[in-house]
């Protein structure tokens, strides 16, 4: 993440976690992060929940590479409860080059 990055400007920290849950009106998810530690909550935008698991996975980890300028690689698992899904980062890959 850049320092002028919009993740950074919100100082959201690192994401480290993702839950993923659909409901009656859309998807929703909670995003986990460290450094510092925080939990950000919303619906995925533009997908809606009759969508496959897949689309909604695929929105959130884009939308979280798109804020934090970071490539993100994700292992997703369904979760013990039906229709919620789990993804943990395994691997970041490097910072953007500095634009200095």
């Not at 925080?38 to 935008?45: E, M, T």
């Not at 980890?61 to 395994?90: F, M, S």
Request: aromatic share 12%; proline share 8%; charged share 25%.
């Amino acid at each position: 993440m850049t320092e002028d990055s919009l993740a950074a400007r919100l100082g959201w920290g690192t994401p480290t976690t993702f839950v993923l849950y659909r409901t009656l009106e859309r998807w929703r998810y909670a995003t986990y992060f460290r450094d510092p530690t925080r939990i950000l909550d919303g619906a995925v935008p533009g997908v809606p929940s009759t969508s496959a698991p897949e689309l909604a996975q695929a929105k959130l980890h884009q939308q979280t590479e798109l804020v934090h300028e970071r490539q993100y690689y994700v292992n997703w698992k369904a979760a013990d409860e039906p229709e919620w899904w789990t993804g943990e980062i395994c691997d970041m890959g490097p910072l953007p080059a500095s634009s200095d």
